[in-house]
């Protein structure tokens, strides 16, 4: 099965910092990389599919880059809405491996 | 709008069962695939199982391969998770997701005695 990593598992910035977070496959997924967003209690939300494209509707201070092993989700502005946890996803395979997130909270 | 809304959930005895529900609607259900993804509480997303469009096709996590079933009922717009021999570890929040664009509301599933 494919792992995936991320880096770092949590990070405290501030409203209007630039966010940059990694996400590593244990082998080649191509561009079959998906980002989320989670708040406490509520489900995940679609941020980045197929590692670049954003989703409909998600503000354009997000973006996603990579493409093999290594894959890079950024928020280029902080805002106060942006503070939850991260999870990239592989759909490369039929076994639809999630990272471990990565928890965004306020310095 | 596309809907999903999941039901079914509850608390069970370890090695009990339960028939997880996902209610579909505002897309044409028997068209597209679909997954079951749960947390367990305080801890990250795990994908359970995939069945395509018209359910020839379904895979599973290797934490419930053979204790699980996913099917579906496209006449009923409904998608299940049969889960038998549960486990204190499979107490989680049970999501149902299509296209990873749409996800329900979650329903919890406690495994205690």
């Known amino acids: 099965d494919i792992q995936m990593t991320q880096s770092p598992s949590s990070l405290s910035a501030s409203v209007g910092d630039r966010v940059t977070i990694t996400c590593r496959a244990s082998?080649?997924?191509?561009?079959?990389l998906n980002w989320y967003q989670q708040k406490p209690g509520k489900a995940p939300k679609l941020l980045i599919y197929a590692a670049s494209s954003l989703q409909s509707g998600v503000p354009s201070r997000f973006s996603g880059s990579g493409s093999g092993t290594d894959f890079t989700l950024t928020i280029s502005s902080l805002q106060p809405e942006d503070f939850a946890t991260y999870y990239c996803q592989q759909s490369y395979s039929t076994c639809f491996t999630f990272g471990p997130g990565t928890k965004v909270d306020i310095k | 709008q596309v809907q999903l809304v999941e039901s079914g959930g509850g608390v069970v005895q370890p090695g009990g069962s339960l028939r997880l529900s996902c209610a579909a609607s505002?897309?044409?259900?028997?068209?597209?695939?679909m997954h079951w993804v749960r947390q367990a509480p305080g801890k990250g997303l795990e994908w359970v199982a995939f069945?395509?469009?018209?359910?020839?096709?379904?895979y599973y996590a290797d934490s419930v391969k053979g204790r699980f079933t996913i099917s579906r009922d496209n006449s009923k717009n409904t998608l299940y998770l049969q889960m038998n021999s549960l486990r204190a570890e499979d107490t989680a929040v049970y999501y149902c997701a299509k296209d990873w664009a749409y996800w329900g509301q979650g329903t919890l599933v406690t495994v205690s005695s």
């Open positions: 082998q080649s997924i191509s561009s079959y």
């Open positions: 505002g897309f044409t259900f028997s068209s597209y695939g």
């Open positions: 069945i395509r469009y018209d359910g020839s096709n379904k």
